[in-house]
């Protein structure tokens, strides 16, 4: 069973800061990897998808990277911005089989950028 | 294009009553998903469906029940409320299934059962 773990739990940093979240999986055997964003009391926002094939995707001010062997993503923000404050989740995507879209989440990290 | 929108947001049931979570998207997808959420952890998927009139489970289906009779909806049926199932419901879309595309989600109705 896939398990995903995202650290840290909470991360609260100043204003400009270059900062990494990390996701780890334990099944490498993934189509695709993403990150979203979720803001308090909102839905989730795709920002990032990988797939299984590529090492790194970027997207403005941030940057994913996959290691699909190693079972590890890192979400890199350049220059924190208290926008930015927000539950970053990733998830992957199961490879083969019938399990359409069926995402596993990690619980997510809370990120607060304070001026 | 409102993308995908939840009903209610918020509602709080007591123990034993039921409900429905609608749930609707206007981008013509096939792929309907609905997940729960509940506070410090990631979303576990309760049902989904590959289209109208096709559904599956997902991870967590005990007390759940869904219907596709269109493309646009997908809603979701609590039968006999408990209070387990106090969480945030999110539902998304997406065109493609299998994770060859990303999902888009509504922005979640938060169930309180007392």
């Known amino acids: 069973k896939q398990e995903v773990t995202q650290i840290p739990a909470a991360l609260s940093v100043p204003e400009g800061e270059n900062l990494v979240l990390n996701c780890s999986f334990t099944?490498?055997?993934?189509?695709?990897l993403q990150w979203f964003r979720q803001d308090p009391g909102k839905g989730l926002t795709s920002l990032l998808l990988?797939?299984?094939?590529?090492r790194e995707q970027t997207s403005g001010r941030l940057n994913a990277s996959l290691d699909k062997s190693s079972g590890r993503s890192t979400l890199y923000i350049a220059a924190s911005q208290p926008g930015d404050s927000a539950t970053y989740l990733c998830?992957?995507?199961?490879?083969?089989?019938?399990?359409?879209?069926?995402?596993?989440f990690g619980q997510g990290t809370i990120l607060t950028v304070h001026p | 294009n409102a993308g995908v929108t939840q009903t209610p947001k918020f509602r709080i049931l007591k123990i034993g009553q039921s409900m429905t979570l609608q749930c609707a998207q206007d981008m013509n997808h096939n792929y309907m998903y609905w997940y729960r959420q509940d506070p410090g952890m990631g979303l576990k998927l309760i049902y989904y469906s590959v289209g109208a009139g096709i559904t599956d489970k997902g991870e967590v289906p005990n007390g759940y029940n869904v219907s596709r009779s269109t493309t646009e909806d997908f809603p979701l049926r609590l039968e006999l409320a408990a209070p387990s199932q106090t969480s945030v419901y999110f539902c998304?879309?997406?065109?493609?299934?299998?994770?060859?595309?990303?999902?888009?989600f509504g922005p979640g109705t938060r169930l309180t059962v007392l």
């Open positions: 990988i797939q299984s094939s590529q």
């Open positions: 998830a992957v995507a199961p490879a083969g089989g019938t399990s359409y879209g069926k995402l596993t």
């Open positions: 998304a879309s997406s065109s493609l299934g299998g994770g060859l595309d990303t999902q888009y």
């Open positions: 099944d490498s055997a993934i189509y695709n």
